[in-house]
């Protein structure tokens, strides 16, 4: 069964920080683009952050330059630094990819930041 599983959710307060993960034990992360979305309560899932296979980056605005995503290949884990948080960036966090012409997502990861 393929799998994407996040972890390192928390709750934080104004300003602080975390790193979310997302690990698969069947798709190798190196050959594939890993993108990150995060949902608040009463809001669509917005796309958060993506890492190409190549190593390139992108990100929204609204996270941009506070986040930070990368791969660890040896741990075949990806990674979503997130700094200088604030309230608006609660959510529920996602990661996905495309692997054999279909899409993967993890089950997310809660994230919250307090005022």
Known sequence: QVQLMESGGGL???????????????????????????????????????????????????VNPRFHIYRDNERNTVFLQMTNLQPQDTGVYFCNTFWRRQEYWGQGTQVTVSS
Not at 30 to 59: I, K, L
């Open 12 to 62: 934080v307060q104004n300003g602080g920080s975390l790193t979310p993960a997302c690990a698969s034990s069947r798709i190798r992360f190196s050959a594939n683009a890993v993108a990150w979305h995060r949902q608040a309560p009463g809001n669509e899932r917005e796309w958060v952050a993506t890492v190409t296979a190549g190593g390139a980056t992108n990100y929204a605005g609204s």
